[in-house]
């Protein structure tokens, strides 16, 4: 079975964004791969959050990816920080990693250009850890978004170079992977681009609030002032509102407001109704076991305990063979 993983930041609540354009394909893999889904805890201290937050946020992702349905008997669900041999594994690797071509990585262009004061040397190996986390597992699929990319073909050249460096064939070659195509990308509610925590509080629906405050952001949600003739072309904000719907209610009910549109007699407002209502029936069950799962401290202890024992078996048989490749033999 081939091997899978892929890092989580621990970026606060996941939205419906998230959902639908990562956290589904987690769901399905786990039954057909070898998974190592974790919460990149270490990944996040390039932004020096407080131990509170940090501790907070890293909770809070492991309430809803169990919440969610990530089985922890079938894939391995882990945090970062739980296994040693992932820190150990990257100052190895971090000696082949050449400063050139890690300061022409975009995202850390990108970061220095945002951050000029921050710009630290966790930041500029960033990759080199995230190629840690994939090489650690000897992984061949890693289901990401097109944003990593290029961290995940340095993760090959990083793994390549091992190999080479060694003359050994250890290291697999990892690639990116999607169920389809076509990158599922949700649309927020302000009416511009995709659904995103930094597109402020209006733009997103998460999965842990309430009805209240999700219906609120809906009814809220830009529209036009409505078609004037007949099979107009839908304006983007009026767009994302029924590929919202596609997501969470049922084909007649969508193609009843459809045709409405096209016969000019749709009211936003019932849309916007039906819209918040489906997302209702969707989101209260997970709703519910998220507050469960963030009540029940023995379900977060087990779940990460769980993790990491599995985790640390796969990472520390890579470790050792790892240590004798490169030459560092006990003398005692
Ligand atoms: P955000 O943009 O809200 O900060 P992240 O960058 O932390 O989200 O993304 C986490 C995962 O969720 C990534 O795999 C990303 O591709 C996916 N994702 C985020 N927003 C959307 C969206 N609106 N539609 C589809 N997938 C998304
Ligand atoms: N860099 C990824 C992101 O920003 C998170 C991540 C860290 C990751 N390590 C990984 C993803 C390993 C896949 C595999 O979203």
New binding site residues.
């Given amino acids: 079975m081939e091997t899978v993983?892929?890092?989580?930041?621990p970026t606060g609540k996941l939205h419906i964004g998230n959902y639908f354009g990562a956290v589904a394909n987690f769901l399905k893999m786990q039954y057909e791969y070898n998974c190592y889904f974790f919460i990149?805890d270490i990944?996040s201290l390039t932004t020096h959050p407080t131990p509170a937050d940090l501790h907070n946020s890293v909770r809070q992702v492991l309430a809803e990816n169990i919440a969610v349905g990530l089985d922890i008997d079938k894939c391995t669900l882990f945090i970062q920080s739980d296994v040693p041999e992932i820190p150990e594994l990257y100052t190895y690797l971090n000696m082949n990693a050449y400063k050139g071509e890690l300061e022409r990585a975009a995202s850390f262009k990108e970061k220095v250009r945002s951050n000029p004061d921050n710009v630290n040397a966790g930041l500029l190996t960033?990759p080199v850890?995230?190629a840690t986390?994939?090489l650690i597992h000897k992984a061949h699929k890693?289901p990401?978004?097109k944003?990593?990319e290029q961290?995940l073909e340095m993760t090959r050249t990083f793994g390549n170079r091992f190999n080479r460096l060694y003359n050994v064939e250890y290291f697999p070659e990892a690639q990116a992977f999607s169920y389809s195509d076509k990158l599922v990308k949700v649309p927020g509610l302000t009416g511009v681009g995709k659904m995103s925590k930094s597109g402020g509080d209006a733009d997103a629906i998460f999965l842990a609030d309430d009805e209240a405050v999700n219906t609120k952001k809906i009814m809220r949600a830009k529209t036009d002032a409505g078609p004037t003739q007949p099979n107009q072309k839908k304006p983007d904000e009026v767009q994302n509102l029924f590929d919202l719907m596609k997501l969470v209610s049922a084909m007649d009910v969508i193609e009843n407001f459809d045709s409405a549109y096209n016969n000019c007699s749709i009211r936003y407002g019932d849309m916007k109704k039906q819209l918040a209502y489906d997302m209702e029936v969707f989101l209260k069950p997970i709703r519910e076991k998220i507050a469960d799962a963030l009540k029940n401290e023995t379900v977060l202890a087990q779940a990460a305990k769980l993790g990491a024992e599995k985790a640390r078996e796969s990472a520390s048989k890579t470790l050792k063979e790892v240590r004798e490749i490169i030459g560092f033999r006990k003398f005692y």
């Fill in positions: 993983v892929s890092g989580i930041r990149a990944h960033y850890l995230m986390d994939i890693v990401v978004g944003d990593q961290h």
